[in-house]
């Protein structure tokens, strides 16, 4: 039984990868059950604020692609988040395996040198200083979820990581072989000083397995215990509507095809993207004031209290997208938005004449400029605080979002910290990472239903398929919606009456049945009768258009 060094960087490899992994499972119970910062996510969101638009936009492309491969695309916002959040775990445990890695090769250096590591605990507390001190400083800098103090926080991830540092320092040591000798002639017993060394050799390789066993069965029960026990402890947010529609109006006009998306989105349904990798600022809501300044002649400090009740209350139904939406994608939603208009509280700010742009900053450090000179010339645009009847959910912005009619939601800041208006127009978040200064919604229409199994014979005898969705053109709002048959003519559809001039609205085609493989195409008109854009674009940067088309065979 002979020692290699292979063997060596194996045991390395073994150990990083179980201690780093038990140290993320106890960071991730930490954070549920005392609320302090769980760093995983921390240097998730640190590298997607530094890394270059492109590179950012190319990784959550290729996830994507790769959920839409073993996905039907239903959810694909939520599946998305769980499978970033999953990433920043994996990636926090591949940086303590790498930084793991490097202290074995030192540690290697060392034996093959005939140098012993050092027995004091100074070699643990410098791996555990390389790790906790640049993570403590980027969570402090980046964590907006965590409801402990930063102080806290940083105290526990410095400690959590020179505890993980001294474990690591004495597995490695555990592990280290004996110094390899030279042979030399038998002794008076009669057996060479080598023979005694490869039985003290055979002997370390049986009982550095066993400490290998060990190690990974201890790792193994505390990661999972950590992530077992934080899922038990945490408290997830219930995103629950006041379902403000009334039902009468759901229930009257155009019958949808069935199969055709709900109407009105349920809250808990509302699809969700932000620069977050895993949570959401945790923002106190007695605490909370909006400050608003800069070029004004009045500085305002404003409470969510305030923002209630000391302005005109506007409540709208209202469809946003997303610009990164695929044709037919689910990033894309319809509820009701209630809030102040914008402009009467910028108002009374006393804006200076050469204030001309607002820049609006996020807790998440997510930013925008928008016009001034927009925003006064438009009372929809709205501060909101109130989705579907009910305070803003913590995922969707709580406390306030800014809504700006037929904008992507790129231009739509929520989580909004604080208000500055300024004289210069700058690069939001998104347009600085290379998407459309003005992002203005591309007309979409969407075939959600072929409805093969409600097929219905008419007054006049014709077995007829229902066919159904929705179009959607920002706040241009939509006039007609055409159906194509293979390569046929294109045949109007009918429309339901949209919820507002700000919502999807849903349309209906009934077809004559005929047996075989048929292509549907559809296309909208807005309401200045201008037809949806064909050509196929992708949706960087400025949002994909092209033709919605669903082929069955009937």
């Avoid at 302090?36 to 640190?46: E, G, R, S, Y």
Wanted: hydrophobic share 45%; proline share 5%.
């Amino acid at each position: 039984m002979q020692y290699k060094l292979t063997d060596q960087w194996q045991s390395t490899l073994i150990i990083s990868v179980a201690f780093i992994a038990a140290l993320t499972g106890v960071f991730f119970f930490m954070e549920q059950a005392a609320g302090v910062a769980f760093p995983a996510f921390d240097v998730m969101d640190f590298l997607i604020r530094v890394l270059p638009g492109g590179i950012i936009t190319f990784g959550i492309d290729m996830m994507v692609d790769f959920l839409l491969l073993f996905t039907d695309g239903d959810d694909l916002d939520s599946t998305a988040k769980t499978a970033e959040s999953l990433m920043a775990v994996f990636q926090f445990i591949g940086i303590g395996t790498v930084l793991g890695l490097g202290y074995g090769a030192i540690a290697n250096v060392l034996r093959n040198r005939g140098t012993f590591l050092s027995s004091e605990w100074s070699t643990g507390l410098i791996i555990g200083a390389a790790l906790g001190i640049p993570v403590a400083v980027i969570s402090a800098q980046y964590n907006t979820s965590a409801s402990a103090s930063p102080l806290i926080s940083t105290f526990w991830i410095l400690v959590a990581s020179l505890i993980w540092g001294l474990f690591h320092n004495y597995a490695q040591r555990r592990l280290t072989p004996p110094t390899p000798a030279a042979e030399t002639p038998q002794n008076d017993s009669g057996v060479s000083d080598a023979a005694f060394k490869q039985t003290e050799n055979n002997a370390y390789i049986l009982d550095r397995r066993q400490f290998l066993i060990q190690v990974g069965a201890a790792s193994a029960a505390v990661t999972v215990s950590g992530a077992s026990l934080g899922a038990l402890f945490g408290d997830s947010e219930t995103v629950q509507g006041a379902n403000v529609i009334d039902e009468a109006i759901l229930n009257t006009g155009l019958e949808p095809a069935p199969g055709t998306r709900p109407e009105y989105t349920p809250l808990q349904d509302h699809y969700r993207i932000d620069i977050n990798s895993g949570r959401f600022p945790n923002v106190d809501e007695l605490e909370y004031r909006l400050p608003i300044d800069g070029l004004v002649d009045n500085p305002l400090s404003l409470s969510l209290a305030n923002i209630r009740e000391d302005y005109d209350v506007i409540s709208e139904n209202i469809t946003m997208s997303c610009i990164s939406n695929r044709i037919a994608g689910g990033l894309i939603s319809t509820t009701q938005w209630t809030g102040a208009p914008l402009r009467d509280i910028l108002a009374d700010a006393n804006l200076q004449e050469d204030g001309k742009f607002l820049l609006i900053e996020s807790f998440d450090g997510f930013d925008e400029v928008v016009e001034i000179e927009m925003i006064m010339n438009d009372e929809r645009i709205l501060l909101a605080y109130e989705w579907d009847g009910v305070p803003l959910p913590g995922k969707h912005g709580f406390p306030l979002r800014v809504h700006i009619p037929d904008r992507y939601g790129m231009k739509q800041p929520k989580w909004i910290e604080k208000m500055t208006v300024i004289d210069e127009w700058q690069e939001g978040y998104w347009v600085r990472r290379g998407w459309d200064k003005d992002a203005i919604v591309k007309m979409t229409s969407v075939i959600d239903t072929v409805a093969v199994d409600n097929v219905y014979t008419d007054d006049e005898g014709v077995q007829r398929v229902p066919i159904g969705g929705i179009a959607y053109s920002g706040a241009k709002e939509i006039s007609a919606v055409e159906v194509r048959i293979n390569d046929g003519e294109w045949q109007p559809a009918q429309l339901r009456t949209p919820l507002s001039d700000r919502t999807w609205v849903i349309w209906r085609f009934d077809w004559p049945f005929e047996a075989g493989e048929h292509t549907f195409t559809v296309r909208a008109f807005d309401g200045e009768g201008v037809e949806q854009i064909a050509e196929v674009a992708d949706r960087r940067p400025s949002g994909a258009t092209g033709y919605h088309s669903e082929t069955e065979d009937i």
